[in-house]
């Protein structure tokens, strides 16, 4: 009987262990959240615009990290984002490459076929919802499905 008993204590103490040694990470990023494809890029100044749709340019949004990524090329760029008062905010990119650290993005030419100019881009959210996703920099408009 004090074998189960000490099995038991061991193994609930082992439980309890494992639960207060883990961090529930949450965030509520709304409709932003998911896969999007980028289909068209606007020019302000011009009005041109730029159809993307048959390649396969994609943005994703999980947690507090925003990935652009080529899925032909297989070329990945990691930023941190916020979003406030309807703004997105991206800052800190990295090219997602593991074997090489990941390492900062000091070209930003590399982001430009994404409709990011900056290093540290700033768009405003024009429209949201279950399907598109409108955003507008200070010289381009990017048109976005969910995937």
Request: a negative charge; proline letters at 2%.
């Amino acid at each position: 009987m004090k074998k189960n008993i000490s099995k038991y204590i061991a193994i609930a103490t082992l439980a309890l262990g494992t639960l207060t040694a883990c961090e529930i990470e949450s965030h509520d990023n709304g409709k932003i959240d998911g896969f999007w494809h980028l289909e068209h890029i606007d020019t302000l100044a011009t009005g041109g615009t730029l159809d993307v749709s048959n390649e396969k340019l994609f943005w994703s949004v999980q947690v507090k990290l925003l990935e652009v990524s080529n899925k032909t090329t297989g070329s990945k760029f990691i930023f941190s984002f916020r979003q406030a008062d309807g703004s997105l905010y991206l800052y800190d990119p990295l090219v997602s490459d593991r074997r090489e650290g990941d390492p900062v993005v000091e070209d930003v030419k590399v982001l430009a076929p994404y409709g990011i100019n900056s290093l540290e881009e700033t768009f405003a959210v024009e429209a949201i919802d279950g399907k598109k996703m409108i955003l507008r920099s200070e010289t381009l408009r990017l048109n976005l499905k969910k995937f």
